[in-house]
């Protein structure tokens, strides 16, 4: 590259924003993240080298740093202290057991949407009693199941779903607790296919109809009203919608009072956004400094249910450079992993930082750096883990991408017929494999060939 500087628009110390690419400074990247760090330029993960990672579990590799998730685990429950609460860790984020493992040592209660989630959150040693059930779509089955383990609350988001609880709960001759997921019509400024909260969603029981519903759960005989809930999207940067969430939730709390109604606790949900490459989130103190004054005058038990910034830098996927294929209009990076691995691009066009395992030459200034599209193997050309990155390849090259931990693993898939990655968790020097690497034969298992007459 020449010139870099004088056609770059610098918009902080991480990026470098050219004509021909966005320029991630790597060091000044990993400065962001606890976990991450350059020594003598080479990348490590608390104290694994990503090479050596790389070559002991093969890539494509998820790597998660048990102390960068248990240090927001604590932020949280640091940041809330002067209050009852319970932090509720989103298992859909990630829900390895080991990482579901280090969050129960360490108190966390869960929020699931699934009897899967809830079964993984008592093999992995968690307390059902921690445990609250979110979702649209609980199933007869889910919530007897549910029901019987002792969980703390339901999540209700309709009025059948109320009456179906009901009337399990009567069948087993138990009371089922519950909160109501109220819509509070609140825009959480994200991204349209992670906000919840506003009235077009799917999600919760719009914030006019609330009271009416409350007063007919009251009148269930198997129903226990404990609480309220809301949840309005996810990847929040600014802590204004939560406010705003907040106020009408209050409103809802004292118009329920007004009613006879009381309850115990108070659900904010998750959503708290995280830095990927620039973006600039409140911290979670900022969060709690917003939030305090309100709940603490509200006096009740407060329930947050974060996922994304619970575990998102706390892992990166490991990838290898396997093709170069410089074209006349454009460079493609082929590496191993792709689009079935990790499909946050592909779906939400996030934008998530690659970074190289060393550093020496690496610069924006070093020849030989170019924009690359990072793409994967897959037959699609919506296969893509970034675009316009200025790098300086080789083939063999190990590449991290970072801020992974959140709904990279869990949302991958076998399409192309590709085995899942590897997931590794790393603490101090130690490492581990938390879930091996899929085999070809484990994707065609539970397959038959077509065994009738033809
Ligand atoms: N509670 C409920 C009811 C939720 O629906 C969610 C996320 C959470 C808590 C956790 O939110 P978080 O703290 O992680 O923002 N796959 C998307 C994100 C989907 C979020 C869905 N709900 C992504 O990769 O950006």
């Not at 699934?114 to 779509?137: D, I, N, T």
């Not at 090259?397 to 968790?425: K, Q, W």
Request: some cysteine; overall charge negative; charged content about 20%.
């Amino acid at each position: 590259m020449s010139n870099s500087e004088s056609q770059a628009s610098i918009n902080d110390t991480v990026t470098v924003q050219t004509e021909q690419g966005l320029y991630i400074d790597p060091a000044a990247l990993t400065a962001h993240f606890s976990a991450l760090e350059y020594h003598d330029e080479a990348l490590y993960i608390e104290g694994a080298s990503v090479d050596e990672l790389a070559q002991h579990y093969d890539t494509p590799c998820y790597v998660y740093s048990k102390q960068a998730i248990l240090d927001v685990y604590q932020a949280y429950s640091d940041s809330f202290a002067a209050l009852e609460h319970q932090i509720c860790y989103a298992v859909k984020a990630n829900s390895n057991l080991a990482v579901l493992g280090v969050l129960a040592k360490a108190g966390a209660g869960f929020d699931i949407v699934s009897r899967g989630e809830l079964m993984r959150v008592l093999a992995a040693g968690g307390e059902a009693s921690k445990v609250v059930f979110s979702g649209v779509g609980k199933t007869r089955g889910d919530i007897e199941f549910a029901l019987n383990q002792g969980i703390a609350c339901f999540n209700v988001e309709s009025v059948a779903e109320l009456t179906l609880i009901n009337e399990v709960a009567q069948q087993l001759d138990k009371l089922a607790p519950i909160s109501l997921r109220v819509n509070p019509d609140v825009d959480a400024k994200t991204h349209p296919y992670i906000s919840t909260g506003l009235k077009d969603n799917k999600f919760g029981i719009a914030h006019e109809l609330a009271l009416e519903v409350y007063t007919q759960a009251a009148s269930l005989a198997h129903i226990d009203i404990i609480g309220i809930d809301c949840h309005i999207g996810s990847q929040l940067t600014e802590v204004e919608p939560f406010v705003a969430a907040l106020d009408k939730v209050i409103e809802l709390i004292q118009g329920l009072s007004a009613k006879g109604i009381e309850l115990q606790h108070v659900d904010l949900g998750g959503g708290l956004g995280v830095r990927y490459i620039d973006e600039s989130p409140v911290s979670i103190e900022e969060f709690a400094q917003a939030l305090l004054p309100k709940l603490t005058e509200l006096g009740l038990t407060v329930f947050f249910e974060p996922g994304r910034s619970v575990v998102a830098n706390a892992g990166v996927l490991l990838t290898g450079v396997k093709v170069l294929k410089p074209t006349q209009h454009k460079n493609f990076a082929i590496v191993d992993a792709a689009m079935n691995d990790l499909i946050r691009p592909a779906l939400y066009q996030a934008e998530m930082a690659v970074i190289p395992s060393k550093l020496p030459s690496r610069g924006i200034d070093t020849e030989g750096t170019q924009p690359w599209d990072i793409v994967g193997a897959i037959c699609e050309t919506g296969d893509f883990l970034a675009k316009d990155r200025l790098l300086t390849l080789a083939t063999d090259d190990i590449l991290a991408i970072t801020g992974a931990g959140a709904y990279g693993f869990v949302m991958s898939s076998n399409y192309n017929s590709r085995p899942r990655a590897a997931e590794v968790m790393v603490a101090g020097e130690q490492h581990q494999l938390i879930r091996k690497r899929e085999t070809i034969e484990d994707l065609y298992a539970n397959e038959t060939l077509w065994q009738n007459e033809d």
